[in-house]
């Protein structure tokens, strides 16, 4: 049997808008699931997911970011960010499509995981998608992924659940 093979990852819009990440940051925050930056420049990058069901039964996400001209009324906020030295990483992950028929007709469960994992030879539809951004400065790094809640994303500060991350996907 042949495995489907899908990517669904952050277009170049999205990529543009990340990149202004690496300029300095006047205030962040999570909120209702985006996580949203307004720039020291004016205009503000939100980043969200987008949702889509590739095939019957296979759903995946994808960050996704745009830029938006408009000023935010997020209050500043002093951090590490404020410089134009920031360093944005995007990282793609995988999630994959496997039969199930020992529980019950055509039940299938999907698992996902980091890029560089193995994918089975059981599985029968494979997608690349992007998961994660890092953004790091001054020796400090967030790291913004998919979270467990369906549509939302996470954001974690605490550097080693950082370093931790960043030892998992091999990236020094």
Known sequence: MTRRDYSFIADVDSLDALRRLRRGWAAWELAEGEFRVRLREGGT?????????????????CLVADFVLEDSTLPARDSAFTSQANDVTVFRGVTWLEKRPELGADHSVQFSGSAAIEIPDSAVAKCDFTDAIVISSEGTAILV???LRPGWL???????????????????
């Not at 996470?154 to 020094?172: H, N, Q, S, W, Y």
């Open 45 to 61: 990058v939100r980043v969200h997911l987008d949702r889509a069901e590739i095939e019957t039964g296979f759903e995946v996400s």
């Open 145 to 147: 992924r998919l979270a």
């Open 154 to 172: 996470e954001v974690v500060t605490d550097p080693e659940a950082v370093a931790k991350f960043l030892e998992i996907r091999d990236f020094g």
